[in-house]
């Protein structure tokens, strides 16, 4: 018989159709029906400025926003040829990492509440609360942060970030432990998972993958450590890789993956290079400070208000590129002076901002699901004259057809959970 499973089925999420052909409840043959969350975001991303794209990112992979970012503005970096200072370059690994593990925890909350496991979904999920409240903490924002900017990051770290930083990591190994326990030696979660939709290292190389499904299958291929970016290669971690590449091997990667990330971070906040800057105090309302500095009753000049903290000028060293063409001028100028102010209007009118050289470019980081690669097309103008994502879960996916062929209905749930499809960054 022919049989629907999706769009409305809950383990598809609302965004895949599978076409199952079935002989009792033995799958046959299948075929992938996409497009569900289709929003043309590339082909928008192309009549927007260079700058006012990033929000765009990080509704792409929305459970690792962070990674979105850094992709995009590395390869930007590349086209503009800029140095980015190595304390901004330390933040955003260690924000990335963060969204590696909330990225993994999601996948794992998903794949195995829709196996039974409700309790793993809870403990994964409060874990995901220590991660996001860390990363509200430092960008104000839980998911869609817009944090990691063309040259560097927003702001600098908070003064008490790595008392935060510390508790999130400690309760996230707590949890983690007890997923351990309840899922390793599960007998039920192994005969969901172990042997089941197995994926050789051949064929997931035809199929492109990349990320923790390739090192499912026990091929070593991670871009921070092939190709390291950002200051990766300053830090000590392993690569975990899977034997059978079955459902339990994804399961499994990821699990230590997110362990090795938190060694990454707490590398990460031992080596942090000093800030050049000196700490200021919380500072007033700009209009007050404008008038302020106008009377020159400001010891060193204008200070800014809460909300701008950590961007002020004096943090631009550390934060930012030196490249002033490229980089949104202080506020402290734009405030101030008429020329600040030109400045300001410049970087964000029409036809003016970050106007790259002609030329195309690529440029690929370590996602949550794998290799995220940006390719950029510039024709001198200050819009993109091309835009396109590679994103890594939409080839995972390409295999699912293939992996389930053989297997049965209820195999299709974890199956289908083990590949981590992000719609927004599947369908775009």
Not at 141 to 156: E, K, L, N, P, Y
Not at 265 to 276: D, F, G, H, S, T
Request: charged share 25%; hydrophobic share 35%.
């Amino acid at each position: 018989m022919l049989i629907n499973m999706g769009p409305s089925h809950p383990a598809m999420h609302g965004t895949i159709r599978i076409m199952l052909e079935l002989d009792g409840e033995k799958i046959l043959n299948s075929e992938l029906e996409i497009g569900y969350l289709h929003r043309g975001l590339e082909k928008t991303c192309e009549h927007k400025t260079y700058f006012s794209l990033l929000p765009y990112t990080d509704r792409m992979n929305y459970v690792s926003p962070l990674i979105n970012n850094l992709g995009y503005a590395m390869t930007m970096e590349k086209m503009l040829e800029l140095d980015v200072p190595q304390r901004a370059q330390y933040i955003r690994v260690i924000l990335c990492e963060l969204s590696r593990i909330s990225d993994h925890l999601t996948a794992l909350a998903a794949m195995t509440m829709e196996c039974g496991a409700f309790t793993v979904f809870l403990y994964t999920i409060k874990a995901r609360e220590f991660i996001w409240d860390v990363i509200e903490h430092t960008t104000s924002a839980r998911m869609t942060t817009s944090f990691i900017r063309i040259g560097g990051v927003r702001a600098d770290l908070h003064p008490d970030w790595k008392d935060h930083l510390k508790t999130a990591i400690i309760e996230t190994k707590k949890v983690l432990k007890d997923v351990h326990g309840l899922m390793d030696k599960n007998k039920i979660w192994l005969n969901r998972t172990r042997d089941i939709a197995v994926v050789s290292p051949e064929m997931a190389i035809n199929y492109g993958w990349t990320g923790p499904c390739l090192r499912s299958t026990g091929v070593n291929f991670d871009l921070r450590k092939a190709s390291p970016y950002s200051s990766y290669d300053h830090f000590d971690f392993d690569v975990p890789l899977g034997e059978r590449g079955d459902n339990y091997d994804r399961y499994m990667v990821r699990m230590i993956e997110m362990e090795q990330s938190m060694r990454i971070i707490e590398q990460a906040m031992e080596k942090m290079p000093k800030n050049k800057a000196p700490l200021l105090a919380k500072g007033m309302k700009p209009a007050k400070a404008i008038e302020a500095s106008r009377k020159q009753k400001v010891e060193g000049g204008i200070k800014l208000s809460p909300n701008l903290e950590g961007s002020e000028k004096d943090k631009y060293a550390d934060i930012l590129s030196t490249g002033k063409k490229y980089i949104v001028p202080p506020k402290e100028d734009t405030y101030t002076s008429i020329e600040g102010l030109i400045n300001h209007f410049i970087f964000f009118m029409k036809g003016h901002g970050i106007r790259p050289p002609k030329g195309e470019v690529y440029f690929s980081v370590e996602g949550g699901n794998g290799e995220l690669g940006y390719y950029i097309v510039s024709d001198g103008t200050d819009k993109p004259y091309r835009w396109h994502l590679r994103a890594p879960c939409f080839h995972i996916v390409s295999a699912l057809e293939e992996m389930i062929k053989g297997h049965y209905v209820a195999d299709v749930i974890p199956t289908f959970g083990s590949t981590n499809m992000i719609g927004g960054e599947f369908d775009r």
